[in-house]
């Protein structure tokens, strides 16, 4: 028979696969947990891919000071698990996502109200936005340990310029909260952008020979086009696009810029430190070292497009300092390298 340890692991993987099944998240960060007693959680380790996860990856957690078993790392976020737990008596699983719209709209730090009676059901009347850390920091831990004691009834929150975090009796309904939440973020986001509907095709001048010139002179071996609606939409603006989101620093790179299409030496030189450059009017390049990641890169870029674009209508909206995006680029280049990539 199987212990309930073995159990709330075996949900934990299942429940992990399920979040980047569902977009939830990009590649394999995020986290989940799941309380096996008044003193433990099991949760998803450290720097590794949820792909291949089995049970003996899946770290149990002493509630109390974070301590854990064995020699595989709990998440780096372990610390805001065990406070949900702590806090809340009636919480059995937390999950923590980078889904798209309630990540876009955390750039604001007003929260966001919850108006449908069926998300409220879920998530309470408001999910609040806590104070800004970087990943993985005390800053962030305690942020957050504030704002769920401030809102006991709220049970879902969004991580400034970073995602969500999901509390709940279990698994299945941290589920449906995420839904609900990017349900909810979605129609805030569409109430404030109207970004136009034309999804472009890939512009013929990027032609085969291109790629190449591209793929050679930055040294990726994958360059993916996005047409997708932000991304165009923010390719036809002046600017150059600002670290409004952790992952978009992390993974794109900080301040992203704008090239004519005629213009590859200066793609070429944009992508020799960032994995993304936009093309004006017509969208966005984005390099990685294997397919997975420039999707990775293209999805990332997608959302901070979208962060940017709500961000400008939202007047309490800041992007990250230019610090914190800097450190951020530079951990996860460093990280990545080492094959350490996920939180
Ligand atoms: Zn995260």
Same mark, same amino acid.
């Given at each position: 028979?199987?212990?309930?340890?073995?159990?709330?692991?075996?949900?934990?993987?299942?429940?992990?696969?399920?979040?980047?099944?569902?977009?939830?998240?990009?590649? *394999?960060? &995020?986290?989940?947990?799941?309380?096996?007693? @008044?003193?433990?959680?099991?949760?998803?380790?450290?720097?590794?891919?949820?792909? *291949?996860?089995?049970?003996?990856?899946?770290?149990?957690?002493?509630?109390? @000071?974070?301590?854990?078993?064995?020699?595989?790392?709990?998440?780096?976020?372990?610390?805001?698990?065990?406070?949900?737990?702590?806090?809340?008596?009636?919480?059995?699983?937390?999950?923590? *996502?980078?889904?798209?719209?309630?990540?876009?709209?955390?750039? #604001?730090?007003?929260?966001?109200?919850?108006?449908?009676?069926?998300?409220?059901?879920?998530?309470?009347? =408001? $999910?609040? #936005?806590?104070?800004?850390?970087?990943?993985?920091?005390?800053?962030?831990?305690?942020?957050?340990?504030? +704002?769920?004691?401030?809102?006991?009834?709220?049970?879902?929150?969004?991580?400034?310029? !970073?995602? $969500?975090?999901?509390?709940?009796?279990?698994?299945? +309904?941290?589920?449906? /909260?995420?839904?609900?939440?990017?349900?909810?973020? /979605?129609?805030?986001?569409?109430? =404030?952008?109207?970004?136009?509907?034309?999804?472009?095709?890939?512009?013929?001048?990027?032609?085969?020979?291109?790629?190449?010139?591209?793929?050679?002179?930055?040294?990726?071996? !994958?360059?993916? %086009? *996005?047409?997708?609606?932000?991304?165009?939409?923010?390719?036809?603006?002046?600017?150059?696009?600002?670290?409004?989101?952790?992952?978009?620093?992390?993974?794109?790179?900080?301040?992203?810029?704008? #090239?004519?299409?005629?213009?590859?030496?200066?793609?070429?030189?944009?992508?020799?430190?960032?994995?993304?450059?936009?093309?004006? &009017?017509?969208?966005?390049?984005?390099?990685?070292?294997?397919?997975? @990641?420039?999707?990775?890169?293209? +999805?990332?870029?997608?959302?901070?497009?979208?962060?940017?674009? %709500?961000?400008?209508? $939202?007047?309490?909206?800041?992007?990250?300092?230019?610090?914190?995006?800097?450190?951020?680029?530079?951990? %996860?280049?460093?990280?990545?390298?080492?094959?350490?990539?996920?939180?």
């Amino acid at each position: 028979m199987a212990t309930d340890e073995e159990k709330a692991k075996r949900a934990v993987i299942q429940a992990a696969k399920e979040l980047v099944k569902k977009g939830l998240v990009a590649r *394999t960060w &995020g986290n989940i947990s799941a309380r096996i007693s @008044d003193t433990q959680f099991v949760i998803t380790p450290s720097g590794l891919s949820y792909d *291949t996860l089995t049970e003996d990856k899946v770290v149990t957690v002493n509630i109390r @000071d974070v301590s854990y078993e064995g020699h595989v790392k709990p998440s780096s976020e372990a610390g805001i698990h065990a406070d949900v737990y702590k806090l809340r008596p009636s919480v059995g699983a937390v999950i923590h *996502t980078h889904q798209k719209a309630a990540s876009v709209i955390s750039v #604001c730090p007003e929260g966001l109200l919850i108006e449908s009676e069926k998300e409220k059901a879920l998530l309470g009347d =408001m $999910a609040p #936005c806590t104070a800004y850390g970087m990943p993985g920091t005390k800053k962030l831990r305690k942020a957050v340990r504030k +704002t769920v004691s401030d809102y006991p009834k709220s049970r879902g929150f969004l991580l400034p310029r !970073h995602g $969500a975090l999901l509390v709940s009796s279990d698994l299945e +309904t941290a589920f449906l /909260e995420a839904e609900a939440l990017e349900s909810a973020a /979605e129609k805030k986001y569409h109430s =404030m952008v109207r970004e136009g509907d034309s999804v472009r095709k890939r512009p013929p001048e990027l032609t085969k020979e291109l790629y190449i010139r591209i793929r050679r002179g930055c040294g990726a071996n !994958h360059v993916i %086009y *996005t047409g997708e609606v932000a991304t165009l939409f923010f390719s036809k603006k002046g600017e150059k696009l600002s670290p409004w989101l952790d992952d978009l620093s992390q993974i794109a790179g900080v301040n992203i810029g704008r #090239c004519d299409i005629s213009d590859v030496k200066s793609m070429v030189r944009e992508l020799r430190h960032k994995n993304a450059v936009f093309i004006k &009017g017509y969208g966005a390049l984005c390099t990685g070292n294997t397919k997975e @990641d420039a999707l990775a890169v293209k +999805t990332i870029l997608e959302k901070g497009c979208m962060a940017a674009l %709500y961000g400008e209508k $939202a007047s309490a909206a800041r992007p990250l300092n230019s610090i914190d995006a800097r450190i951020q680029r530079f951990v %996860y280049r460093y990280k990545y390298s080492s094959g350490a990539y996920n939180r």
